[in-house]
């Protein structure tokens, strides 16, 4: 069973930094694409970020801004936000497979705020 648990989300200040985690089972992690999406309040899931084994990919309302990465040794994929932005606030999810919304794990709440 694929089991996806995120964590790292906060309330921060605009301008501010975060480290999002997400800790993988049930499958084989070090050959799967892993993605983050984000369903911000009363809008759709968004695809944010894709990591594979040799390279990623970023949605361009976070390039530059936002970067992925993942740790096979540790079942564990990151997304390390900086400049963060009010309208960066949302639930985010790690996904697994190609720029895919499913499955997901319950996700970790990011809050941009003064």
């Known amino acids: 069973e694929v089991q996806l648990v995120e964590s790292g989300g906060n309330l921060v200040q605009p301008g501010g930094s975060l480290r999002l985690s997400c800790t993988a089972s049930?499958?084989?992690?070090?050959?799967?694409?892993m993605n983050w999406v984000r369903q911000a309040p009363g809008k759709e899931l968004e695809w944010i970020s894709t990591?594979?084994?040799?390279?990623?990919e970023y949605a361009n309302s976070v390039k530059g801004r936002f970067t992925i990465s993942r740790d096979n040794a540790k079942n564990t994929v990151y997304l390390d936000l900086t400049s963060l932005k009010t309208e960066d606030t949302a639930m985010y999810y790690c996904?697994?497979?190609?720029?895919?919304?499913?499955?997901r794990g319950r996700g970790t709440q990011v809050t941009v705020s003064l």
């Open positions: 996904t697994k497979g190609w720029k895919t919304f499913h499955p």
């Open positions: 049930g499958f084989t992690f070090s050959i799967a694409p």
């Open positions: 990591i594979v084994t040799t390279s990623n």
